[in-house]
């Protein structure tokens, strides 16, 4: 997908499959060779399909984070529940969110996640 800096774009996992434990919303590249100033993350609504607790994590960067890597956000999400995070989040490499079943680092979780983002490269 390409659009124009400053346009909106939005992120949805399908009612019947989960978050696979990762997605990178803006790519495989470095935002940075392209937009200066990065992107921000202006919306999230995550919900956890599981009957433990489950972790969506932020990270800034386009490629996988390995295990035990520190996110910049990390929303703790209840068994059968969803969290929201309405305030904006601004990045410089990409925007990446991943589904762990720690909170303060990664340990990758299962395919349990479904969730809507919405951003906007700048």
């Known amino acids: 997908m390409t659009f124009e800096p400053g ?3 939005v992120y949805t996992t399908d009612g019947y499959t989960a978050l696979d434990g990762y997605v990178c919303l803006t790519g495989g ?5 392209v937009f200066p100033l990065g992107a921000t993350l202006s919306a999230l609504i995550v919900g956890n399909s599981q009957s433990s607790t489950r972790w969506a ?3 800034d960067g386009y490629t996988k984070p390995a295990n035990n890597a520190k996110p910049i956000v ?3 999400i209840g068994a ?12 410089k490499h990409g925007i990446e969110i991943v589904s762990s079943t720690t909170g303060p680092y990664l340990t990758y979780g299962s395919t349990d996640l479904f969730m809507t983002a919405w951003y906007y490269k700048r």
Request: a negative charge.
């Open 57 to 59: 994590q932020i990270f």
């Open 29 to 33: 590249s470095d935002l940075a060779t």
């Open 80 to 91: 059968n529940s969803q969290v929201s995070l309405e305030w904006p989040i601004n990045v």
């Open 7 to 9: 346009s909106y774009c």
């Open 74 to 76: 990390s929303l703790q």
